[in-house]
Structures are given as C-alpha cells and as structure tokens.
C-alpha cells in the first residue's frame, strides 16, 4: 500500500524543494542606492549620515511595484518604473530618523542621521565612508554561491528521482555517459 504512494510523496518532494530553492536561490531584489547625493555602493549598515537636509532616496527593486516608506511613524509609499528604479523625495529636517523600506516581504532598515557629520568614534569621516574598515557588517548572501547550490539540489533531486526506476535511471545514465 505504501509503494501506491510513494511516487506520489516523490513528486510532491521534489516539486516541494524546487519551489524552497528557487525562493532561497533569487538575490536580494529591494536596495537602497542613494540618500541624495551620497552613493552608498551597495553596502547596508544600521545607521547613516547625511550632512543635508530632505535627501531624496533612491533605490531598486521588483519593476513596476510598489515600494513602501516608513520614517518614523509616517508611511509613504512610491512605485518602481519598469526597469525596477523608484525614488523618494524626503521632507525632513536636521535630526535622527528610522527609516524601513519594504517592497513584498524585503525589509530595509536604518537610522538615518540628517544634518550631522559621522561621529569621531564611528569612524572615517572622507566621503566614501561612514564605517571602520575594521567593523564592516555583514551585508548578504553571495547569489553565485546560492544558484549554483540551487543549481546542485536540482541535479541531486534528479538523480534521486531516477533512481527508485531502473529503467529510468540506465537512460538517465546513458544520456549523461554520451554527452560527455
């Protein structure tokens, strides 16, 4: 009786991991890329400073969706074009504001320090850095490394398929033999 179902639970798992990978497998689609002027060159830190004042935020994420913005305890929201670049102007003066930006289930959050310079403590204060060099955070998973795991699983969940059917698994074996 087990064996009836059994092909049953293999597709199911296999359909099942496909789907897993495939969701762990994408980048990270949301980035903040700009606070008005300053590039922040891919890098994601808890906190940042800009010396101005209304910095417009500046960004990427899915095209043509919706990019929501809560700074503070007011929510905005704007839309990315089709290339997936979207924009925000800010309305805020000198002082700290926490900032998420959320677009599906990706979350950005920061503390965005307007009108102050970076801390002696934090620290160098040049233009193209507002951390230690020596205290950098983690910033994501590297995406080849993640498809080509993915890319692995797909492989291993197929040979395992083939392999409860003798038949299936000598041409599965044979192709593989030919193309190399």
């Known amino acids: 009786m087990i064996s009836k179902y059994e092909k049953y639970i293999k597709s199911f798992s296999f359909v099942l991991l496909l789907l897993v990978m495939f969701k762990y497998s994408l980048a990270s689609t949301l980035q903040l890329q700009k606070i008005g002027a300053l590039d ?10 800009y ?5 417009v935020l500046y960004g990427v ?13 007011n929510s905005y929201s704007t839309t990315s074009n089709d290339s997936g670049a979207w924009s925000y102007p800010t309305v805020l003066d000198k002082g700290d504001y926490k900032i998420t930006i959320s677009q599906g289930v990706e979350t950005l959050s920061f503390t965005l320090h307007l009108g102050q310079n970076v801390p002696e403590n934090v620290g160098s204060t040049n ?5 230690s060099a020596t205290n950098v955070p983690t910033t994501g998973f590297n995406q080849y490394v993640a498809l080509s795991f993915g890319f692995g699983v797909i ?3 197929t040979y395992f398929y083939f392999s409860t059917d003798s038949k299936k698994k000598s041409v ?3 192709r593989m033999i030919k193309e190399d």
């Open 155 to 157: 492989l291993l969940a």
């Open 51 to 55: 010396t101005g004042t209304n910095p």
């Open 40 to 49: 922040l060159g891919g890098k994601t830190y808890p906190e940042w400073w």
């Open 61 to 73: 994420s899915v095209a043509d969706s919706k990019v929501d913005i809560k700074i503070g305890e």
């Open 127 to 131: 233009a193209e850095s507002t951390q």
């Open 172 to 174: 599965f074996e044979n």
